[in-house]
């Protein structure tokens, strides 16, 4: 994992995993002062979090037979929610996730949200921490966004099957929530909606079958969003990101010369 200026300027290596591993998925604490990820760097796939310098890296999940991923900590700094999943043994691949909540130091892990079978992926907290946010393929579709409330209580899917939605954030000011559709396919756009499922409103214009815009994330002041645009990547192995307007618009792309730039996440106090 890497830092960058949304300029493009001062690049930075956090970690150092070995071959065949990896450290991915970032998310910044509300304070600027920790990055929680997940990696496999000691065996199966876990939740760690470190210094935003990359000092002090510290395992606080993972288990032989279970992959740990998406984790991303509560507006108040405390807590931290993630996906815990279940591999298929012998396959390398995870069937289904709960979805699970800790301290930030790693203690009292509990399961909010039982997996039902289902892969319940990407969770996050509303900025008020009364809501979660996260994408699933429940009852069978390929993909969508629900919310519940921070309890894992009161579950309701926001987006409509045909969208096959993924990837969900929250706005600064919890006014919209920022999504990528055609999940699992190609060609996705990027959308936002309200926190009860109306407004939709499509903010890229992706035509092309062989790209993608997606994995999105807003800036601190909610104007602007970094996302994954592949638009001439050579087999799909990304050198860059892009930022633009969270309202839609030109995309400007933020060159990294890091193969599969992927995931990035916006953090608190970074210029526009």
Same mark, same amino acid.
């Given at each position: 994992?890497?830092? &960058?200026?949304?300029?493009?300027?001062?690049?930075?290596?956090?970690?150092?995993?070995?071959? /065949?591993?990896?450290?991915?998925?970032?998310?910044?604490?509300?304070?600027?002062?920790?990055?929680?990820?997940?990696?496999?760097?000691?065996?199966?796939?876990? &939740?760690?979090?470190?210094?935003?310098?990359?000092?002090?890296? !510290?395992?606080?999940?993972?288990?032989?037979?279970?992959?740990?991923?998406?984790?991303?900590?509560?507006?108040?700094? +405390?807590?931290?929610?993630?996906?815990?999943?279940?591999?298929?043994?012998?396959?390398?691949?995870?069937?289904?996730?709960?979805?699970?909540?800790?301290?930030?130091?790693?203690?009292?892990?509990? !399961?909010?949200?039982?997996?039902?079978?289902?892969?319940?992926?990407?969770?996050?907290?509303?900025?008020?921490?009364?809501?979660?946010?996260?994408?699933?393929?429940?009852?069978?579709?390929?993909?969508?966004?629900?919310?519940?409330?921070?309890?894992?209580?009161?579950?309701?899917?926001?987006? /409509?099957?045909?969208?096959?939605?993924?990837?969900?954030?929250?706005?600064?000011?919890?006014?919209? &929530?920022?999504?990528?559709?055609?999940?699992?396919?190609?060609?996705?756009?990027?959308? %936002?909606?309200?926190?009860?499922?109306?407004?939709? !409103?499509? &903010?890229? +214009?992706?035509?092309?079958?062989?790209?993608?815009?997606?994995?999105?994330?807003?800036?601190?002041?909610?104007?602007?969003?970094?996302?994954?645009?592949?638009?001439?990547?050579?087999?799909?192995?990304?050198?860059?990101?892009?930022?633009?307007?969270?309202?839609?618009?030109?995309? %400007?792309?933020?060159? !990294?010369?890091? +193969?599969?730039?992927?995931?990035?996440?916006?953090?608190?106090?970074?210029?526009?």
């Amino acid at each position: 994992m890497f830092t &960058i200026e949304p300029s493009g300027a001062g690049l930075r290596q956090l970690t150092h995993v070995g071959d /065949k591993r990896s450290a991915a998925v970032p998310d910044w604490s509300p304070d600027g002062a920790k990055i929680v990820y997940e990696s496999n760097q000691s065996g199966p796939f876990g &939740i760690w979090v470190m210094n935003a310098d990359g000092s002090g890296q !510290t395992q606080l999940s993972g288990q032989g037979g279970f992959g740990d991923f998406y984790p991303s900590f509560s507006p108040d700094g +405390a807590k931290i929610v993630y996906s815990h999943c279940t591999e298929v043994a012998g396959l390398g691949f995870f069937s289904e996730c709960d979805i699970d909540l800790m301290n930030a130091d790693g203690s009292d892990k509990k !399961t909010l949200l039982s997996n039902g079978r289902w892969l319940n992926t990407r969770p996050e907290f509303s900025p008020d921490g009364e809501q979660i946010a996260f994408g699933s393929d429940r009852g069978g579709l390929q993909g969508a966004i629900w919310v519940m409330n921070a309890d894992g209580s009161s579950l309701r899917r926001l987006t /409509k099957p045909s969208l096959r939605a993924f990837w969900p954030d929250w706005s600064p000011s919890g006014e919209r &929530i920022l999504f990528s559709d055609h999940c699992c396919v190609q060609r996705s756009n990027l959308y %936002t909606m309200r926190p009860d499922g109306s407004g939709v !409103t499509k &903010i890229t +214009a992706v035509r092309s079958l062989s790209q993608n815009a997606a994995f999105g994330s807003y800036s601190p002041d909610g104007a602007k969003i970094s996302l994954l645009y592949d638009k001439g990547c050579p087999e799909g192995n990304c050198k860059s990101f892009y930022t633009g307007s969270s309202s839609g618009g030109k995309l %400007t792309r933020v060159l !990294t010369e890091k +193969a599969n730039t992927l995931i990035t996440d916006w953090g608190p106090g970074a210029p526009p």
